[in-house]
């Protein structure tokens, strides 16, 4: 059930276990977890005015409910999650739809010692009438159980190093226009961010052991290395390391404050947990804008490309720019992603 | 989008961002953090017997989600929250109810540093139909941006010192009598409360970090105060600080036990935070009764006005009666506030 | 309200306080306080190929909230949990219903220091239609008020070592041949386990303080060894005590990798908390199948009855065996259970 790095080949499919019916209960513990303040997702007419049925579950509680259904098969062994690549949030899914997992390793590299390899792995997951409504490509560092077994053949992926704007899903029912400002706490919309803008988000958040292994188990992620602190004190860390979802997920709901308008994730183009995270640390959000396009048929919703850094134990005025790739010490998330955000109407 | 002093003014009106519909999830977690036991909050058919539609939502709940509403416009940069008045709980709120959260300025005072300000503040939550379920005024010490900067002319605004039984809302629907003593777990009724009489409540509880700031993001509520233990290090506590509303919450699910039938919140008179609370402090309450009155054309419910006094880390046995204003170094919460209560049949 | 010893007497009857419905939000913080995995109780198109109207609420949800009620009338003062007997999950609980509590005291027996004794309790739940959904019995060491007060007449009750195989509940509606090995992780299915087979099951958790006290509270249970650390300094252990049905549910969830078509319990036979838990333990959970056996009507379900093992900061690749009704150090937790489990169709 739980594989090692020899365990893999180019091809094999998974299944993955426990289909999952999202709950009000699942959405109520993400905000309490979290701290995510869009609308969107807690106000019923507001969801209703934007053309949905009902309050759309928070993308990234999505993500991480899908996500957490790899584990068992990719992941559990996993020395470290390395990056994400095509991440699509293709359909809209609401409180009552049961998500089911998928996966295709799609790659494979033994690192040069023997230890451990890469797993590509392009993964989706699909509701209840069988739609996809996510899916993305992940690739992970996975110990070998033998390090005398044989390596197999390499094999590298074509990872796109975006996703084409004009690929983005957006509802064909929504009515962006409705997105009220008063509702969300902020007056901008697409027209007024520029590429090159950085936004300094002004919270912060102190991450505490018993919230990181809560949001963890709600995803039913069972990576080890997040709730065993008995055996992490023989790990390089000696510690429990959080989940890097939850600290996207804490830098999402801390840039409300400067992106109230940004409604619905639309893609994530890559990124890396460029440092672990762990208890006690406190997270801040830095948002750097990339691009800004608008959308086939689209005249009312735009796209924001997005460079989100969360930095912990630092003040933001004294964290320097940090160019793209380059690593600094205090900067443990570095995510490209991309957003959609109301236009303004034509006058 | 969050004010410092200088930037209030008499009669500035505020439509607070994210309006909120309360959901099973909310209530689950909100008992889950507090041990609210009330079985009017928690039994479906005891809520139905009582005439309402489905269980009402937690009075406390209501409270912190409204009250929440108004920290980003009001308290974003507060020193500290001072004082409470003209409490009024109107309707009850349902699961699937909707929040909206509106406030005016009606006082404004600079203290004699001229680094900051009290700022009073008369605010009221709305559901989806438009009818006021709470309102209530605060007033809260919030900083200077500059401290140079002019002082605005003081207005002081004219604040009952309570909430006048006769005013009291209880719903024309309500059939006391099915307020169960065998679902409460007390039999005592209105006509059992004196005047004057203390209650030393038996239970105790000790707060976590993890515990407060989930509770606290629930509300929505963004105070910096209560989450960046990074940024409290500088601040004259060291310390986060947990949100006076969880400690009200605690002390009165720790007061079930021998106020089991108070069945509902219908005022708070006023109130004090009197001393910070920390993670790691243990909570006890005492009640005082205040004062019993009947209320206008019922004879099956009264009201009850209550001294509730939050003490921690000190045995109640040990803690001297405390005189209304006065302070004690173990005493961090003094509210004064009323409740209703079912009274014994004529016979 | 709260008992001492000396208040108990055969035959007393009690009606619990708190009828309590179980939401969704319950079922969420379940999952997120514990890492259950079942997709019995998180999917809802597998639970109603099951037969069911909708996901039954997790059978271990279903006692700790039924055992929570009893705790302030039979508990509060409670010393030791010592064990269970006869436990049978009777009929299933859905999200909806209402849970009533009901004891009666069946036996006493004062313990020779004169300070406490042990008062032997058969509880029930019912629902809101008055059907029991559950039945127990256990003992429970309660101090004395008065250790001068003088002792009941000492009565033991005749107590089954094991609830019968054929006694055993199961729904007649349920078709186990949908519960599928895909959803649920695992193929082993009934003929697929041995008496003797020894399952040490992978997984770890470290435990909080946060989350034991939020479990403990969700389920109502008052006991105060587990919320007062003020009060827990001058306790023999000099801190919190974690509610046993906590580890109980923490061993149940890391056991879902070994025992994933294990769909339900059917009955507990007899149980020990072995030693105290605290904050900060990490639990192990090793299973040995004790018996199996087919059940009456039923060639699609059979029955297993498992021993497990609960155990703190220890490898079980280093925990000996450990006989039956031995105690190691490291055991927490010596459960005697059964669950049900789909059998291969016949070929």
Same mark, same amino acid.
């Given at each position: 059930m739980s594989h090692f790095f020899e365990d893999f080949a180019v091809g094999q499919r998974f299944a993955h276990a426990i289909p999952r019916t999202i709950t009000a209960g699942d959405c109520a513990l993400y905000l309490a977890l979290t701290?995510?303040? #869009?609308?969107?997702?807690? #106000?019923e007419p507001l969801a209703r005015a934007l053309g949905h049925p009902s309050c759309p579950v928070d993308d990234l509680l999505v993500f991480h409910i899908a996500f957490g259904k790899t584990v068992q098969d990719i #992941?559990?062994?996993?020395?470290a999650n390395l990056g994400y690549a095509n991440l699509r949030f293709v359909e809209p899914v609401y409180v009552g739809d049961t998500l089911h997992g998928h996966s295709e390793v799609i790659g494979l590299k033994e690192n040069s010692s023997g230890k451990n390899g890469v797993v590509y792995v392009s993964s989706r997951a699909v509701n209840q009438h069988g739609r996809e409504v996510l899916s993305w490509v992940r690739w992970v560092m996975v110990a070998k159980r033998d390090p005398a077994a044989p390596a197999p053949a390499t094999v590298l992926p074509d990872l796109p190093r975006e996703v084409p704007f004009a690929s983005l899903a957006v509802p064909a029912f929504l009515r962006s226009e409705a997105l009220d400002p008063v509702a969300t $706490?902020?007056?901008? %919309?697409?027209?007024d961010y520029e590429a090159g803008e950085v936004i300094d988000h002004p919270g912060g958040m102190t991450l505490e052991e018993a919230e990181h292994m809560m949001a963890t188990r709600l995803y039913q992620n069972t990576a080890r290395v997040h709730f065993d602190a008995h055996r992490a004190?023989?790990? #390089?860390?000696g510690r429990r390391l959080i989940y890097g979802g939850h600290v996207i997920s804490i830098c999402r709901a801390l840039s409300?404050? $400067? %992106?109230?308008?940004?409604? @619905? %994730? @639309?893609?994530?183009n890559g990124g890396t947990h460029a440092n672990p995270t762990f208890a006690g640390d406190t997270l801040y959000c830095r948002h750097i804008v990339l691009d800004r396009a608008g959308l086939p048929g689209r005249s009312d919703v735009g796209a924001l490309r997005l460079r989100m850094l969360g930095a912990k134990n630092v003040e933001l005025s004294s964290l320097p720019p940090v160019a793209a790739g380059e690593r600094h010490e205090a900067v443990v998330l570095d995510l490209d992603y991309t957003v959609l955000v109301p236009r303004r109407k034509a006058k």
């Open positions: 701290g995510a303040r #869009s609308p969107v997702h807690c #106000s #992941s559990y062994n996993a020395v $706490g902020g007056t901008r %919309l697409w027209d004190k023989s790990s #390089s860390t409300h404050d $400067g %992106l109230e308008n940004a409604f @619905a %994730l @639309a893609a994530i």
